[in-house]
């Protein structure tokens, strides 16, 4: 086996887009979300609301939106 070579078993990491964010949402956490708003209705209470009020984005969030509004922007400009 001294002839085989090192193996590079890394991988870069993919680069976020919204796309991306938004099927993490749809598969990992929109089920809890229902759950928290089916018993908000019975509590009387906005469990999804205050977690939007009250959340921050992260750097890498932040620079999604910011890329977003630019594109946006260009798009009206057209």
């Known amino acids: 086996m001294k002839d085989i ?4 078993l890394t991988m ?3 680069k976020k887009s919204l796309q ?14 229902k759950l928290f708003a089916e018993v908000g209705k019975i509590e009387k209470r906005d469990y999804i609301g ?6 921050e984005m992260n750097i890498t969030q932040k620079q999604l939106y910011d890329d977003y509004i630019k594109a946006r922007k260009l798009e009206e400009r057209r």
């Open 5 to 8: 070579g090192k193996v590079k």
């Open 12 to 14: 870069q990491p993919q």
């Open 20 to 33: 991306k964010v938004w099927e993490w949402l749809e598969k990992y956490v929109a089920p809890s979300l």
């Open 50 to 55: 205050n977690l939007v009020e009250n959340g």
